[in-house]
């Protein structure tokens, strides 16, 4: 989980790098959030305990699945509207336009489609890999819990189907021993 976070990490400061630009009205947010973000998963990679940090990948991870299902439909418009204003393209708008030439609809839904695709895919194979560690890491569990109860004295004996003569069965109270 270490090695996924600091690759994401990475990939939050490479894409600073290489793609945020200050936006139109000279506003640096993008340039200074995405690259502390990854400065801050980094940071939680190295210094947090593994429990945290599988926690905070599976977190990550759900968080943007859902939120690409839920953006779908800003997804499927050729241009964003904040606050009642056009911003511009959205995404897959400018997806479309730099790959097919053409913001057309069937392009701008081609993009959107293609990512609602990828984020359910990525959701599945990440609840497929979590549960079956999970079931992996319970049967583990209760073969270690049964081998304990398997090597005690006392669970041998009070499983045992015959009482030594004189002696109290386990399910008896006390001075019922058979004779």
């Not at 989980?1 to 939050?12: F, G, N, P, T």
């Not at 549960?131 to 669970?155: I, P, V």
Request: net charge positive; aromatic share 6%.
């Amino acid at each position: 989980m270490r090695r996924a976070l600091l690759v994401l990490a990475a990939l939050l400061v490479g894409s600073t790098i290489l793609v945020v630009a200050p936006a139109p009205n000279g506003d640096h947010f993008g340039q200074w959030a995405t690259p502390a973000i990854g400065v801050g998963i980094a940071a939680g990679a190295l210094l947090l305990p593994a429990r945290v940090r599988v926690f905070g990948a599976h977190f990550i991870a759900a968080q943007a699945c859902v939120n690409a299902l839920l953006d779908i439909r800003v997804l499927l418009r050729p241009s964003q509207v904040v606050d009642g204003k056009l911003a511009g393209m959205s995404d897959a708008g400018n997806m479309a336009l730099n790959t097919f030439g053409t913001a057309d609809r069937w392009a701008v839904y081609t993009w959107a489609i293609i990512w609602l695709a990828w984020s359910l895919g990525v959701l599945y194979v990440a609840l497929r890999v979590s549960g079956s560690r999970a079931s992996r890491n319970a049967a583990t569990l209760a073969r270690a819990t049964a081998s304990l109860r398997d090597e005690s004295d006392r669970d041998g004996r009070r499983r045992s189907p015959v009482t030594a003569p004189g002696e109290t069965a386990p399910s008896e109270p006390a001075g019922t021993a058979k004779s």
